[in-house]
């Protein structure tokens, strides 16, 4: 870890602070390529009324905008606490190369903010989670894979 890496990671854990004065949550994240600040974001769910607005979500939207790309490759991110299930899965799919967090997952907890529950639902068959799943329509539905697997006009990612 550098001296850079630190700064970066105290400005979140700034941000993050400065969230709670404005009434938000106590998260903030920052996405850095190649030395340079692309985006920086707080918790905003009680604000915009979004339960996907977490700081790691805010600033991925941002540095997809600023660099005009849903690939975040060569890109860190450095965020005020370790990811929850949904930002770690938006990491993964926006190709983020390292994440650097301050606080863990059970120190969230202990403030009230407990995802633990996610990870055990995910374990867990889908007739046996607490929100019920029903398939409906796989074959018609299907039909819109098949048409994107032939396509010659699809960007992968």
Same mark, same amino acid.
């Given at each position: 870890?550098?001296?850079?890496d630190?700064?970066?990671m105290?400005? #979140? =854990? @700034?941000?993050?602070?400065?969230?709670?004065? &404005?009434?938000?949550?106590?998260?903030?994240? $920052?996405?850095v390529?190649?030395?340079?600040?692309?985006?920086?974001?707080?918790?905003?769910?009680?604000a915009?009324?979004d339960?996907?607005a977490?700081a790691?979500?805010? #600033? =991925? @939207?941002k540095?997809?905008k600023?660099?005009? &790309?849903?690939d975040l490759?060569?890109?860190? $991110?450095?965020?005020?606490?370790?990811?929850?299930?949904?930002?770690?899965?938006?990491i993964?799919?926006?190709?983020?190369?390292?994440?650097?967090?301050?606080?863990?997952?059970d120190?969230?907890?202990?403030i009230g903010?407990?995802? &633990?529950?996610?990870y055990?639902?995910?374990?867990?068959?889908?007739?046996?989670?607490?929100i019920?799943f029903?398939?409906?329509?796989?074959?018609?539905?299907?039909?819109?894979?098949?048409?994107?697997?032939?396509?010659?006009?699809?960007?992968?990612?």
């Open positions: 870890m550098e001296n850079k630190k700064k970066y105290l400005d #979140a =854990i @700034r941000l993050s602070s400065e969230n709670i004065d &404005s009434g938000g949550g106590p998260f903030a994240a $920052i996405i390529k190649d030395g340079k600040i692309i985006s920086a974001a707080t918790n905003s769910v009680t915009d009324n339960p996907t977490h790691e979500i805010n #600033a =991925i @939207r540095a997809c600023a660099l005009n &790309s849903f490759s060569g890109c860190v $991110i450095y965020t005020s606490c370790e990811p929850c299930p949904m930002c770690l899965g938006a993964y799919w926006a190709h983020i190369d390292k994440v650097f967090y301050g606080n863990t997952k120190d969230a907890r202990k903010f407990d995802d &633990s529950f996610i055990k639902e995910m374990e867990l068959p889908l007739k046996k989670r607490k019920e029903e398939q409906l329509l796989h074959d018609e539905a299907f039909k819109a894979f098949i048409k994107w697997h032939k396509s010659d006009n699809k960007t992968e990612y």
